[in-house]
């Protein structure tokens, strides 16, 4: 599928529902790239108001998410999408699963900015959660980005950026352990801050999830669960095919 | 009608030509051959000017030759012109246009045009910088499917007033603001600024001032204490009763300085808008109101209650915004004068006034006087005492409230103080009560 592809319809119509749910899952996204911006900022500021605020707030993703499975269930049984549309709508309710629970990690990493806010400080300043976080952040962005542009390439760096935030949490976990052998007084900071390194883990997840959705839509094949090196080749070649 | 010259030109050609043909005709016999002879060489070429004539609009360069000047070199004449001008008009659109290209990709600012689906168009340099747009794949993209801050989906569907501001997409921290400009038939113009410099300067000033005003706290409290005991102390001599008295009430207009200091900071660097908490009006302003009939000497107050509708807002600000109004007007009206207290509807909205019979504020600093520390005059006001932040803090609070702040005055009448609350903060005593539960 061509991202022209996009275009060729019979029904004009059809092409209008198509470009809204897919601004719609945009939206969404949005919705949840700031989720996760303000939970990150009640950390760094210690605002236990606002880490609240951003748990009461997942309520309006959960919505969304409703909403736009709706759009989708009444696409696929008024128009009967084929081949390219079809894979965009299924891509798609598979992805607005992946934001949802994206949104739900983002309400954990509130609460627990929160509760984190009322403790004393390390002198790190949560640094590495922070740095984390921030690869999170992109990856998110370049996973949404990817699916705006159809751009398979991108996504796939999106796909190998997860290693970096696998190994980074996993330096926090084991580094939380010491802490914690340290000084037993530390126990319960040092806890809220992996199990915040553990949601922001899981956002990476997710992303890795939508962008092999992307690859999906583009490429037509399945190619989740054949590693990286095995994707890479794929798209290169039918990337060379189309060039053909 | 007249005819121009080369058409009658052409007529006496006809005209010989064909003559020519009827005498040769009457003299060798046959003239109506002949006659038909002329028509057809006449027609014939007739049809090969109007060959050479298609052959030319059609891209021809050469114009082509003619003996005689006349209709048809005319003709030929009249469309080269035509087609000069085009080619020189089009010349020009192109320079003007490579111009124009060249100053936008200079700007710093960014732009970006818009058709009426939200669609990019087309956008210049240093828009591609500040919201890494890529022009090979981005064109015909909707713009809110790159930049997907909710505020700025939500400023998409409604743009109003000055623009937004939404975190940048591509630097940590960083801040732009997007204001758009409808123009043309359906098309808008986005303007995006890198506005993290002002921000970060705003936040630093905030910071600043909410930080002095804390610490100048603490020493105003052991002051204003030590003072309350000298006052209160027997062995006071009694020539010191009257400059401590004073020195009591210049504390205290510290220590109400520095309060209306933290409020408006606070109220500043605040969200834009104010959360929705049920606010009891009715009851608020029957408590100020008992509050204010205590003070001595005042003008008299009177509240009239034409609603018992309730406010959904941030209990605090509203008092802090009925309390300054009321305490601006009693200030300013002396003896005999009136203040009148009223809380009305207004429509879908509701209305909070005060009007006094009081001093009045000269009409062309009207428009100053939420500014903070502004006083109408100096000398006057400060002898009233007051802090100078009151309507400043009014003015903040209802903007988070989305609220309108209205002022009348007349010099020596008296003035008129509004607030008009929109209809989405105006809780009416049924629906608010089971609002709340």
Known sequence: MEVEDLGHHISRRFNEDLEHVRSSVLAMGGLVEEQLDRAMQALADGDSELGLKVAEDDVKVNRMEVSINDECSRILATRAPTASDLRLVIAIIKMITDLERIGDEAEKIGVLAARLASMERPTTNYREVRNLARHVKNMLRGALDAFARLDAKAALAVVKADEVVDEEYEAIYRQGITFMMEDPRQISRVMDTTWMARALERIGDHAKNICEYVIFMVHGKDIRYTGVEHMEQEIERRRQEGAS | ?437
């Not at chain 2, 200091?261 to 009715?282: C, G, H, N, W």
């Open chain 2, 1 to 437: 009608m007249t005819l121009p010259n080369r058409w009658v030109s052409q007529l006496l050609h006809l005209a010989a030509w064909l003559a020519a043909a009827l005498l040769l005709g009457l003299w060798f016999g046959r003239p109506g051959w002949w006659l038909t002879g002329a028509l057809a060489l006449y027609t014939a070429r007739l049809l090969r000017n109007l060959y050479l004539l298609d052959r030319f609009l059609a891209g021809g360069k050469r114009v082509p030759l003619f003996a005689t000047r006349g209709l048809w070199p005319e003709l030929f004449a009249r469309v080269e012109r035509l087609r000069t001008k085009a080619r020189n008009r089009k010349k020009r659109y192109h320079k003007l246009l490579r111009e124009v290209r060249e100053s936008t990709g200079a700007l710093s600012d960014g732009g970006i045009i818009l058709n009426a689906e939200h669609e990019i168009l087309w956008f210049n340099p240093a828009a591609g910088r500040l919201l890494g747009l890529d022009a090979a794949t981005d064109l015909g993209q909707r713009i809110d499917n790159l930049l997907r801050h909710p505020d700025f989906v939500a400023y998409l569907a409604e743009p109003s007033g000055e623009g937004i501001v939404v975190p940048s997409p591509r630097t940590e921290g960083g801040w732009l603001s997007v204001q758009l400009i409808p123009y043309g038939k359906d098309q808008r113009l986005a303007i995006v600024r890198d506005v993290t410099r002002e921000r970060q300067g705003e936040r630093t000033r905030r910071d600043f001032v909410a930080n002095a005003s804390h610490e100048l706290r603490s020493p105003l409290t052991v002051i204003g204490g030590y003072l309350d005991a000298l006052a209160d102390d027997p062995e006071l001599p009694g020539a010191w009763h009257g400059p401590i008295g004073e020195m009591r009430r210049q504390a205290e207009r510290m220590t109400g300085i520095l309060r209306d200091l933290i409020e408006l900071t606070r109220l500043e660097s605040a969200e834009s808008t104010a959360p929705a908490e049920f606010v009891d009006v009715a009851g608020m302003l029957r408590a100020m109101l008992k509050e204010f009939e205590a003070t001595p000497n005042g003008p008299d107050l009177t509240l009239k209650l034409e609603t018992d509708a309730a406010l959904l807002g941030h209990e605090q600000e509203l008092h802090s915004v009925f309390y300054n109004l009321i305490s601006n007007a009693v200030r300013f009206t002396p003896r005999p004068g009136r203040v009148e207290i009223v809380w009305r509807r207004a429509g879908e909205g509701a209305v909070f006034e005060v009007i006094d019979t009081g001093i009045g504020i000269p009409a062309e600093q009207i428009p100053r006087i939420t500014e903070r520390f502004y006083r109408v005059d100096t000398g006057r006001s400060r002898a009233t005492g007051g802090t100078g932040l009151g309507l400043a803090i009014v003015k903040h609070a209802l903007q988070r409230h989305g609220a309108a702040l209205e002022i009348e005055s007349r010099e020596g009448q008296g003035s008129r103080f509004a607030c008009r609350f929109p209809a989405e903060r105006v809780a009416l005593r049924g629906s608010a009560e089971r609002a709340v539960v």
